[in-house]
Nanobody, 124 residues
């Protein structure tokens, strides 16, 4: 059974930083492309960032480019999202997602495995 568990969310002020973690079990993380999505109330889940199987290639939505950094530690079966210079518009539930293979995708439907989400709230 594959399971992804996110942690690290919380309530912060604009300009603060958070680091989200996604702990994976039941899979060999090194063969999976991993991604972060987020969903604000009443809105569709949107792509935030992705990282390929080796960690050598990373991808970011324009809205977070330069502020967020995705990384992975395959030995620990964990993916991270370092979020700096947080803005109120970053407020959302953040979800970790996984798909087998080498390519990343921005579409939600391309990822079959999801975590439960962790809430990030940024106040102004």
């Amino acid at each position: 059974q594959v399971q992804l568990v996110e942690s690290g969310g919380g309530l912060v002020q604009a300009g603060d930083s958070l680091r989200l973690s996604c702990a994976a079990s039941g899979l060999t993380l090194s063969i999976y492309t991993m991604a972060w999505f987020r969903q604000a109330p009443g809105k569709e889940r949107e792509f935030v960032s992705a990282i390929n199987w080796s960690g050598g290639s990373t991808y970011y939505a324009d809205s977070v480019e330069g502020r967020f950094t995705i990384s992975r530690d395959n030995r620990k079966n964990t993916v991270y999202l370092q979020m700096n210079s947080l803005k109120p518009e970053d407020t959302a539930v953040y979800y970790c997602a996984a798909r087998p293979g080498r390519s990343y995708y921005t579409e939600r439907a391309k990822y079959a495995t999801w975590g439960q989400g962790t809430q990030v709230t940024v106040s102004s």
